[in-house]
C-alpha cells in the first residue's frame, strides 16, 4: 500500500509481470465505517460501466480472494493453458491454470465477487448477454483456480511442453512446464472460481451490475 493509501495487483507469468493502476480513492459523506468499502466498489463498477461500452479493456482482481466467473456457454478459436501463478497486492501467490482464449464468446456472463467490509460481507455481481446478446472479448485470459463444465475440443494437444504452445499467439510458459492447446473449444455450464481475468475489447451487451450487503453470488 502507497503512503496515499492507492494499492495495485500483481499478476506474473511465464512471459514477464504486468502492473494494474492503482483504484482511485472515494469520497463519502456517510458514517466512518463505510469509508473502508465504497470506494473500491464504486471503482469497479465505473470500470464494468466503460467496459460496456468497448472503451476499455476488463480487468477484475480481488486482493487476498478469489471470485466466482460462470456462463451457460463458452466458446473459442483457440485455447492455450498451463500452470501459473498469479501474484496479489499483498504480496501472496496463487497457483492457477492460465487459460488464454484467442477470440472468446459467451452467451451470457455473471461474475461475483464477497468483499469483507465494517459492515459486512459485501457481494459485487455483474451480469451480461443472455436476451441482450453474446459477450465477446478478443484475447480472454483467466487466473483460474478451478473449472467445471462440459467440455467439447477440437484438435486438441494435452502435454505440450508449455514453451511450444501456438494456439494464442504471445502465450508460451516456461520450458518444461506442463501445457494443453486446442484449435477450438466450447464449455457448456461454465463454473470458475478464478484470481484474475482480462479480455482486450471486451463487450458485455445488457450489462447489470448490483452491489448488495450479503448479496447473492453467481452460484
Request: aromatic fraction near 4%.
Amino acid at each position: 500500500m502507497s503512503e496515499t493509501g492507492e494499492t495495485s495487483d500483481t499478476h506474473e507469468n511465464g512471459t514477464g509481470t504486468t502492473g494494474r493502476p492503482a483504484r482511485p480513492r472515494g469520497r463519502t459523506n456517510w458514517r466512518r465505517s463505510a469509508v473502508v468499502a465504497v470506494p473500491a466498489l464504486l471503482a469497479v463498477g465505473a470500470m464494468a460501466s466503460v467496459m460496456a461500452q468497448g472503451a476499455l479493456a476488463a480487468s477484475f482482481a480481488a486482493s487476498g480472494s478469489h471470485f466466482q466467473v460462470g456462463s451457460s456457454e463458452l466458446s473459442s478459436k483457440g485455447l492455450a493453458s498451463h500452470v501459473d501463478v498469479a501474484r496479489s497486492a499483498d504480496g501472496g501467490g496463487h497457483p492457477v491454470s492460465l487459460l488464454a482464449l484467442d477470440s472468446a464468446k459467451l452467451a451470457d456472463i455473471c461474475q461475483s465477487a464477497q468483499v469483507k467490509t465494517p459492515l459486512g460481507p459485501v457481494t459485487f455481481r455483474l451480469r451480461a448477454g443472455g436476451d441482450a446478446g453474446p459477450v465477446t472479448a478478443g484475447k480472454l485470459f483467466i487466473d483460474a483456480e478451478s473449472l467445471d463444465g462440459d467440455a467439447r475440443f477440437g484438435t486438441a494437444e494435452i502435454g505440450r511442453d508449455a514453451s511450444r504452445l501456438t494456439q494464442v499467439p504471445g502465450v508460451r510458459g516456461p520450458r518444461g512446464a506442463f501445457g494443453l492447446q486446442a484449435g477450438e473449444v466450447s464449455v457448456r455450464d461454465v463454473r470458475s472460481q478464478a484470481w484474475s481475468a482480462t479480455g482486450g475489447d471486451f463487450r458485455l451487451k445488457g450489462l447489470k451490475l448490483d452491489v448488495a450487503l450479503d448479496g447473492e453470488r453467481c452460484f
